[in-house]
């Protein structure tokens, strides 16, 4: 295992963020069996005082989750240089069979914590909580996603050897590769430019629609989450294409 601030600082996060969680996860049940706002039993009073106490920690707890993707990507893309045969994160990410799945699970666990404090936000607006169901059924599907990434996580870097040869773009993201990644990679770059344009235009300008008239929410997150796999798409098709052979 190679050991880094940065390894630590994930590390941390996950213990931290699961300590955190799994209480919250018992009290997630109790607000989906018990919670009746017409109620004026002392057992709603209580689930209502508690409700902000345990929401603030959430937002806390997953607002880190969402840092930590972030600082895992720049993590592994700093340890290249010290991987045989890496020259990018995608080099250490093959290092063993671990990585790739821990980069999926924190892209996951990254949109479900942003979901999430979105819902809180929006549910915070309205006097009776109409969201308050939903968004703790929430956090029981983020506690086994967070407890599953973390333990990712910590194979893959526990399984880290700087002495293993990886192997890294050039056979990930060859054409003559039958990987997603490989088909993505031989994708013309003129009509991936004009889809990737194209989508976040018509994104934002269903997001200025909802936020002038409060109307089409419904086309916006579907745009909203077509960009994400159209920008992958461009950033291997395109964008890194241009980075790497910029002078």
């Known amino acids: 295992?190679?050991?880094?601030?940065?390894?630590?600082?994930?590390?941390?996060?996950?213990?931290?963020?699961?300590?955190?969680?799994?209480?919250?996860?018992?009290f997630a049940l109790q607000v989906l069996r018990?919670?009746?706002?017409?109620?004026?039993?002392?057992?709603?009073?209580?689930?209502?005082?508690?409700?902000?106490l345990v929401a603030a920690i959430l937002g806390l707890v997953l607002l880190a989750q969402i840092l930590a993707l972030p600082l895992f990507v720049h993590t592994v893309d700093r340890m290249a240089l010290q991987i045989v045969g890496a020259m990018c994160a995608v080099g250490t990410l093959n290092a063993n069979p671990w990585g790739l799945p821990a980069l999926l699970l924190r892209i996951g666990l990254f949109f479900l914590a942003a979901a999430w404090l979105l819902m809180h936000r929006m549910d915070r607006r309205a006097p009776d909580y109409p969201l308050i169901r939903a968004k703790y059924g929430l956090v029981l599907v983020i506690l086994p996603l967070a407890l599953v990434t973390a333990g990712v996580q910590l194979a893959f870097f526990l399984q880290l050897d700087p002495?293993?040869?990886?192997?890294?773009?050039?056979?990930?993201?060859?054409?003559?590769?039958?990987?997603?990644?490989?088909?993505?990679?031989?994708?013309?770059?003129?009509?991936?430019?004009?889809?990737?344009y194209a989508t976040i235009g018509l994104a934002l300008a269903a997001a200025g629609v909802y936020l002038r008239w409060h109307r089409g929410l419904l086309p916006f997150g579907i745009l909203a989450a077509l960009s994400f796999p159209v920008a992958i798409?461009?950033?291997?098709?395109?964008?890194?294409l241009y980075v790497y052979e910029h002078p």
Do not use: N, Y
């Open 233 to 240: 798409a461009a950033i291997v098709a395109f964008l890194s």
């Open 163 to 196: 002495d293993v040869i990886t192997s890294c773009c050039g056979s990930l993201f060859s054409q003559g590769s039958e990987s997603v990644t490989a088909h993505m990679a031989g994708l013309p770059p003129l009509p991936t430019m004009i889809a990737l």
């Open 1 to 26: 295992m190679m050991v880094q601030t940065p390894i630590l600082a994930l590390f941390m996060a996950d213990l931290l963020g699961l300590l955190l969680l799994i209480p919250a996860g018992l």
């Open 34 to 52: 018990h919670w009746d706002p017409s109620s004026g039993h002392a057992r709603q009073l209580r689930l209502e005082k508690r409700t902000h």
